[in-house]
């Protein structure tokens, strides 16, 4: 099971950081990612980190959002700087069936935390 937490409210230029535990099974041998998505339109993804910490990002957060796990905390981390009003959607944590996040494959997934830039 993952659980985010983290989200709100911001001004534009504000900073949030979301978090996504996970119980039940550790998540230290699997990439994990970040996905956002807008009501009527596409979930996209935004940042993946693999297991040794290789991470990657979409071009709309590059320089913006790190991605970044503890892993003996279990926990996934998305620290967002810099928001703009097109940040807001709802972000999701996942993990993946593979290690380094060269397959694309998520088979878990958390419930979602609201984030809101305006």
């Known amino acids: 099971q993952l659980v985010e937490s983290g989200g709100g409210s911001v001004e534009v230029g504000g900073s949030l950081t979301l978090s996504c535990v996970a119980s039940?099974?550790?998540?230290?041998?699997?990439?994990l990612g970040w996905f956002r998505q807008v009501p009527g339109k596409e979930r996209e993804g935004v940042a993946a980190?693999?297991?040794?910490?290789?991470?990657t990002y979409t071009d709309s957060v590059k320089g913006r959002f790190t991605i970044s796990r503890d892993n003996a905390k279990n926990t996934l981390y998305l620290q967002l700087n810099s928001l703009k009003t097109e940040d807001t959607a709802i972000y999701y944590c996942?993990?993946?069936?593979?290690?380094?996040?060269?397959?694309?494959?998520?088979?878990?997934w958390g419930q979602g935390t609201q984030v809101t830039v305006s």
């Open positions: 980190i693999g297991r040794t910490g290789s991470a």
């Open positions: 039940g099974d550790t998540i230290g041998r699997y990439c």
């Open positions: 996942a993990k993946a069936i593979d290690e380094f996040c060269t397959r694309g494959e998520y088979n878990y």
